[in-house]
């Protein structure tokens, strides 16, 4: 397994949330409103409780409020931190994913069975101006999504979903919105991360092994224990993972190790 750690100069300022690609290219906010990137920062000019920081794929900044009781909770800033619209994704924000020019935002239990909104769905799609596509529990109604405890972008078109209460991995076309769902193996029943490398999934920290990592070959259906690493990570593709430090972050590599 290796490992790639970036430290930011970011003075006495703490991280709350990053999102990188595999090659280290990074969004990184901080507690201070400051958004750090390869090419310097900026200062959003408001602050947004719990949140969560990704790239939309026209270099624009999309910030979300994880929990919320108002009407918004998304905010899209330009690279100078100049808010350009803010839309609703509902509470309980567990992941987001910017894919195939979609917004994925997945929930967590709280947010499922809370407030009126997109977060009852257990995972939804918006596009980039953030009119809602898409929920997985309105489009199909069982097994019902009460958690999605990780997800990760799966080749060119689509994301793969971990899903509570059955365990249930679900492979969503973001160009169709065609669900399949596949039961999982018990070696890593609640893993808290996802990567995908072909047809090998790698998942990390479950109920029972919380640093430990498993590859799954769903073509030989099988599972192998491998390496170990600190819960807390999210998963990028093609069998990486982030892992996010107070001022720095790390990009590591677990593909092959299956």
């Known amino acids: 397994m290796e490992v790639t750690v970036f430290d930011l100069d970011i003075g006495i300022e703490t991280l709350l949330d990053v999102d990188s690609d595999i ?15 390869n090419y310097g920062h900026v200062k959003l000019p408001f602050a947004i409780t719990f949140p969560i920081i990704r790239r939309l794929e026209d270099h624009r900044i999309l910030v979300i409020a994880a929990r919320t009781k108002g009407p918004e909770n998304a905010h899209v800033f330009n690279l100078e931190g100049q808010l350009l619209y803010s839309f609703l994704v509902g509470d309980g924000v567990q992941d987001v994913l910017v894919h195939r020019n979609k917004i994925v935002v997945s929930y967590f239990d709280e947010g499922v ?3 009126t909104g ?28 009460l958690d999605c405890y990780c997800m990760c972008k799966h080749g060119t078109n689509r994301v793969l979903l971990y899903t509570y209460t059955d365990f249930i991995l679900y492979e969503l076309n973001l160009d169709t919105f065609e669900v399949t769902g596949t039961d999982t193996p018990e070696a890593f029943v609640g893993a ?5 490398n072909a047809n090998q999934i ?12 498993f590859c799954w070959n769903r073509t030989t259906d099988t599972v192998t224990m491998f390496s170990h690493y600190a819960p807390g990570l999210v998963g990028l593709p093609n069998g990486y993972f982030l892992s996010i430090g107070e001022k ?11």
Request: overall charge negative; aromatic content about 14%; charged content about 15%.
């Open 23 to 37: 090659a280290g290219n990074y969004l990184a906010l901080t507690n201070e409103l400051n958004v750090f990137s």
């Open 113 to 115: 069975m809370g407030m």
């Open 118 to 145: 997109p977060n009852n769905s257990g995972v939804a799609v918006f596009d980039l101006d953030g009119k809602l596509l898409f929920g997985l529990n309105d489009t199909y109604k069982q097994p019902y999504v």
């Open 192 to 196: 808290s991360a996802i990567s995908s």
């Open 202 to 213: 790698f998942f990390h920290a479950s109920y029972h092994h919380k640093t430990d990592f």
């Open 248 to 258: 720095s972050f790390a990009i590591i590599d677990a593909k092959g190790m299956g």
